[in-house]
């Protein structure tokens, strides 16, 4: 479900129920796997927004790394949680910036928070571009 909040921000959520194999030896979901479930939900809104970076790339050799993450741990998450992350782009001028918020479905309790920042970068040259090309930029609506 893609939603605008109320500063134009778009954002989409995404279902998911917690597995097995994503538990540590302390029966909660792995601290790791939390970016797996950031990763999902920042693709499907990349997809609903009509952004493949992916064949972008294979027609401008531009890539888009990460190049930070962060991660707030509030409450954990355990077997077979139903749980929404939300993506939020956040900022796509010089840089992709994503906001996530993972909350069970249940009740809505905040489970986690975090954040990815993305920049362009020329290949094979690897360099940094300064600011996020203009095709890209307007398909994330920013």
């Excluded at 990460?66 to 929404?84: C, G, N, Q, V």
Aim: charged share 30%; with cysteine; net charge neutral.
């Amino acid at each position: 479900m893609t939603t605008m909040n109320k500063d134009n921000k778009k954002s989409f959520e995404i279902r998911r129920n917690v597995p097995f194999y994503d538990l540590d030896p302390m029966q909660i979901v792995w601290h790791g796997n939390y970016f797996n479930y950031f990763e999902d939900a920042r693709r499907s809104l990349l997809d609903h927004l009509g952004i493949d970076l992916y064949a972008y790339y294979e027609k401008t050799k531009i890539i888009f790394p990460i190049i930070r993450t962060a991660t707030k741990h509030i409450s954990p998450l355990r077997y077979r949680d139903e749980f929404i992350c939300k993506a939020t782009i956040i900022e796509a001028r010089f840089k992709i910036v994503v906001d996530f918020e993972i909350r069970l479905a249940e009740d809505g309790k905040i489970c986690t928070r975090g954040r990815t920042e993305q920049v362009a970068v020329q290949s094979p040259e690897m360099e940094i571009l300064l600011r996020i090309p203009d095709e890209i930029q307007a398909a994330l609506g920013l």
